[in-house]
């Protein structure tokens, strides 16, 4: 049973740059699902950021695209997430999920647990 | 992209009564491309539907799914305790994937 986890800092500063890391386990990332990221903000609903295949092909929601990098460390079965110039509209809980499915778009499942990002001086 | 509304923003039930949650589509969805999710205070989300009427594993019979189009229907036939959550409606038709603004459903 494929479970995921989310890491990174908590807390980055305004301007700067979010890094996050899906570490995926009871799985391989190179089978053949797309693996994506979500984010939530506080008391609002969710928005879909992007998606990797384990070739390295990626998608990106086009009203984040410009600012959005997702990459594949298959020798460490995980895939991470990098979110530059942010601003406190950027702090969210940001989850990592699996399309259920080996093709995109798709319906997602499993979903990690979450991680809170907060964007503050 | 398609922007899905979610109706009623809020819905308050008892625990037994039947609860209809709509979800409508700026355009139609290809192949009945939806899903459904609910979602408890501070967990992830958890996939109830998909191709607008399948259950996913796991989930009870109560929950059920419909539509086609632009216009689909969750609907929960009798409400357990437990089934007080946010429900969050995501179309895969066309990209960029979207969601709903969800439903509350809460306890009358």
């Known amino acids: 049973q494929v479970q995921l986890q989310e890491s990174g800092p908590g807390l980055v500063k305004p301007s700067g740059t979010l890094s996050l890391t899906c570490a995926v386990s009871?799985?391989?990332?190179?089978?053949?699902?797309?693996w994506s990221w979500v984010r939530q903000p506080p008391g609002k609903g969710l928005e879909w950021i992007g998606e990797i295949y384990h070739s390295g092909s990626t998608n990106y929601n086009p009203s984040l695209k410009s600012r959005v990098t997702i990459s594949v460390d298959k020798s460490k079965n995980q895939f991470s997430l990098k979110l530059s110039s942010v601003t406190a509209a950027d702090t969210a809980v940001y989850y990592c999920?699996?399309?259920?499915?080996?093709?995109?778009?798709?319906?997602?499942?499993?979903w990690g647990q979450g991680t809170l990002v907060t964007v503050s001086s | 992209e398609i922007v899905l509304t979610q109706s009623p923003a809020t819905l308050s039930l008892s625990p037994g009564e039947r609860a209809t949650l709509s979800c409508g589509a700026s355009q139609s969805v290809s192949s009945s491309y939806l899903a459904w999710y609910q979602q408890k205070p501070g967990l992830a989300p958890r996939l109830l539907i998909y191709?607008?009427?399948s259950r996913a594993t796991g989930i009870p019979d109560r929950f059920s799914g419909s539509g086609s189009g632009t216009d689909f229907t969750l609907t929960i036939s009798r409400l357990e305790p437990e089934d007080f959550a946010v429900y969050y409606c995501?179309?895969?038709?066309?990209?960029?994937?979207?969601f709903g603004q969800g439903t509350r459903l809460e306890i009358k």
């Open positions: 009871g799985g391989s990332i190179s089978s053949s699902n797309w």
């Open positions: 191709d607008a009427s």
């Open positions: 995501q179309q895969y038709g066309s990209s960029p994937i979207t």
């Open positions: 999920a699996r399309l259920a499915v080996p093709v995109t778009p798709n319906w997602f499942d499993p």
